[in-house]
């Protein structure tokens, strides 16, 4: 804990930092709701904290002013020297709280017109490790003679009926977020003067223990998996990708290739995935083209072999000996001929000999 020097009027001090003991939880609580704190927690003492877990102190403080929109004042319940903390006010406390909103549902019948009625539910994390769920509702009358639009001029009433749907959504989410202790109204001298303390749990995993620094790792790099599948090797299928583009930990999952050579090519020359013919327009008629061979491989059916030539282009053949011998001249780093047909499978390789 940590606590700043004494400030003048009612707030005797700031307080801002972590407590890591049921004992000082206790003492600390005790001493600043004698001191006229608004003290905001999900328990008012404590007999232990669950295990790698502290509880955060931070300092809210809300401006009492009506003009910069933390707070607000209507003369239907407020009186002189009183305001209601405004939405944005209340979302200062609530994120310093950690209260999570997990839906919000609109939930009347919609046939009756300027009538509507929200339903939110939320949660934040209870001191004893667990999620405290809560839910809030409000419904909002702004049909003719109805006490949400007593007093209100005509003006007002068109304005209200505009918005009501939205207003009537807010009101219901300050619902909830008051769940977490906060009163209705607040002098602003009070306001002013004392600032919220605000408690909440929070998981402090021990990082210099490896095995739960693994996990915390792999949880976050999961939820990082999830949001963009295709830019982590988990959201990769490594039998679309030539193996030299596979990472040496997705290996074990492809096809055994040919030889079980690590094929990688020049970084100049990546395969396309392209099946073409291979022809060369240049070679006399009845000869065939020396090229390198970049990658022999074969299929999860094992069923067809492919080889990559220097091109980046993907030709294919059945037969065993005709992979062999490609596999070869690339150990060799040997040039071989190969002719291929226009739906690239190989007809003839080393020069000579029909397969």
């Known amino acids: 804990m940590t606590e700043s020097k004494p400030e003048q009027g009612l ?25 006229g704190f608004s ?46 903390l405004s939405k944005s006010g209340l979302e200062k406390v609530a994120q310093a709280a950690g209260i ?37 509702h409000k419904t909002l009358d702004l049909r003719d003679g109805s006490p949400d639009i ?68 792999q949880m976050k ?7 963009y599948p295709h830019g982590m090797p988990g959201g990769i299928d490594p039998a679309t990708l030539p193996s030299y583009q596979v990472p040496p930990s997705m290996r074990a999952s492809l096809p055994k290739h040919v030889e079980d050579e690590e094929d990688d090519p020049p970084a100049n020359q990546q395969p396309t995935g392209k099946v073409t013919d291979f022809t060369d327009d240049e070679t006399a008629a009845g000869e065939t083209a020396a090229v390198k061979v970049l990658h022999v491989g074969q299929n999860e059916s094992k069923t067809d072999y492919y080889v990559t030539i220097e091109g980046g282009v993907i ?10 011998t490609c596999a070869a001249a690339m150990k060799a780093g040997q040039p071989i001929a190969i002719d291929a047909d226009g739906a690239g499978e190989i007809l003839e390789v080393g020069g000579g000999g029909k397969y």
């Open 11 to 35: 707030a005797k001090r700031v307080v801002e930092g972590e407590i890591v003991d049921a004992s000082a939880y206790n003492t600390q609580v005790a001493s600043w709701q004698t001191s």
């Open 39 to 84: 003290v905001l927690t999900p328990a008012a003492s404590l007999s232990s904290l669950p295990r790698d877990h502290k509880v955060l102190v931070q300092k809210v403080q809300i401006n009492p002013d009506p003009a910069g929109g933390e707070v607000y004042t209507n003369p239907l319940f407020t009186r002189q020297g009183e305001v209601a």
């Open 100 to 136: 999570t909103i997990d839906d919000i549902v609109r939930v009347d019948s919609r046939t009756v017109p300027h009538l509507y009625t929200y339903r939110v539910t939320g949660h934040w994390l209870g001191f004893d490790g667990n999620l405290i769920a809560r839910i809030a």
């Open 150 to 217: 007593k007093g209100f001029t005509a003006n007002q009433i068109e304005q209200a009926r505009r918005h009501g749907e939205a207003v009537c959504e807010s009101k219901a989410i300050n619902r909830m977020y008051r769940q977490y202790g906060l009163r209705q109204k607040y002098q602003q001298r009070e306001l002013a003067e004392r600032p919220f303390i605000v408690l909440k749990l929070q998981w402090e995993p021990d990082m210099t223990n490896p095995v739960v620094a693994a996990i915390v790792t």
């Open 221 to 227: 790099l999961g939820a990082t998996t999830l949001l």
């Open 315 to 324: 030709l294919h053949s059945k037969d065993r000996i005709v992979a062999k």
